[in-house]
């Protein structure tokens, strides 16, 4: 069993100290028992790496064994294309697909960038109503609705009145579950009123993605999981996957793709390699770029950008080692994708807890970012 490389050679680096190989050899496959990760044996499969210190990645393990991190299921990390640690805890193991929640969304945005470099979506810029044409009489209540654009959804600036985050996502006072609970959800999200001018706030709603799933759909006249089939998932191999439909026609957008986690990296390495896989330009550069531009404050650690989020000046300070390029894809329950430029890495994990979906966070700054010596 050999380190998974996603990387071609001579595929450009970020490094202070000297190039990385792919080294022929496993360094090390154990079965442990992880202790607070609701027992079961854990898999552990490690690759050497002049980068990477051994003894924080042990420390590391054993704060996981620990229960430190609490329901943790996987941790990859991928550094210049070779699989460094691949870690499955709790019995969970390398062929299980794991339910994405939010990191759907990061998927989606991909998609829509395909879209428009095929001419089935015009721009980031036109009108969602141009798409849903039989939904403009919700727009006559308030005319600026008028001025929502395909970017608006993508970056979470719509300005509609929402709030999915104060309660629990299971709470009937969330709005989530009256958007669930509609019987036209996309009349339902288009029907909301409007509490921000579009484009001057970012307010984090799910539906919206759902709305950019209809409009894939209706542009392409495949759902997001059809042409994901084609335009993404097969140039990257990944040929193992679910994705949950709305409707007959349409995928769930905000959060039905269910995916092996090695399978889940290899979006944070494609955009790591500024869309190229393997030699082939799968996503415009272009798009990388603008979907991790920041197109909005969330909170005061984090920016956000097309369906990516992207850690804030303050964040890089107080946690990141003043590290301010880092850019994640995050999910419900402790679901991550974190994209590490500077280090010519990215940093995967799954799991569930559902109190505290941050909880696996910490990780980062704990013990992984100082593993890495660049």
Not at 81 to 98: K, Q, S
Not at 101 to 128: P, R
Not at 181 to 203: M, W, Y
Not at 283 to 294: G, H, L
Request: aromatic content about 10%; overall charge negative; proline content about 5%.
């Amino acid at each position: 069993m050999k380190a998974t490389v996603f990387q071609a050679e001579g595929s450009r680096q970020h490094r202070r100290s000297p190039a990385a190989r792919p080294l022929a050899g496993l360094l090390v496959v154990a079965l442990i028992l992880a202790a607070g990760c609701h027992g079961g044996g854990s898999t552990i499969q490690r690759e050497p790496h002049p980068d990477l210190y051994a003894e924080a990645v042990d420390a590391f393990l054993a704060a996981v064994g620990d229960g430190r991190y609490g329901d943790l299921h996987s941790t990859l990390i991928i550094m210049d294309g070779v699989t460094v640690l691949e870690a499955y805890f709790g019995g969970h193991r390398a062929d299980e697909r794991a339910p994405l929640y939010s990191v759907t969304k990061s998927f989606l945005s991909a998609l829509i960038g395909l879209a428009i470099e095929d001419g089935a979506i015009s721009t980031v810029d036109a009108s969602i109503f141009i798409s849903f044409p039989e939904y403009q009489g919700l727009a006559l209540e308030d005319p600026r609705k008028l001025k929502i654009t395909i970017g608006h959804l993508l970056a979470m600036t719509a300005g509609f009145e929402w709030d999915e985050l104060s309660t629990p996502y299971d709470d009937r006072r969330n709005d989530y579950q009256k958007y669930l609970g509609s019987d036209d959800r996309i009349a339902f999200t288009l029907g909301l009123p409007l509490r921000h001018e579009p484009g001057r706030r970012v307010t984090y709603s799910s539906p919206l993605s759902q709305v950019l799933s209809s409009i894939l759909t209706r542009a392409t006249g495949m759902s997001a999981a059809e042409y994901a089939k084609t335009r993404l998932f097969s140039p990257l191999g990944i040929d193992d996957w679910r994705w949950s439909a709305h409707d007959r026609q349409t995928s769930v957008g905000e959060a039905g793709l269910y995916l092996r986690p090695l399978d889940m990296a290899k979006l944070g390495q494609l955009y790591l390699q500024r869309g190229v896989w393997q030699g082939e330009q799968i996503v415009p550069a272009s798009w990388v770029d603008a979907s991790i531009t920041p197109r909005g404050t969330a909170n005061r650690w984090n920016d956000y950008g097309y369906n990516w989020w992207l850690y804030s000046e303050v964040a890089a300070q107080h946690h990141l080692e003043g590290h301010d390029d880092i850019y994640y894809a995050v999910g419900r329950g402790g679901q991550f994708v974190w994209v590490l430029p500077y280090a010519n890495t990215v940093i995967a994990c799954t799991g569930w807890n559902e109190s505290n979906g941050r909880w696996p966070e910490s990780m980062l700054w704990d013990f992984l970012l100082p593993a890495i010596d660049r």
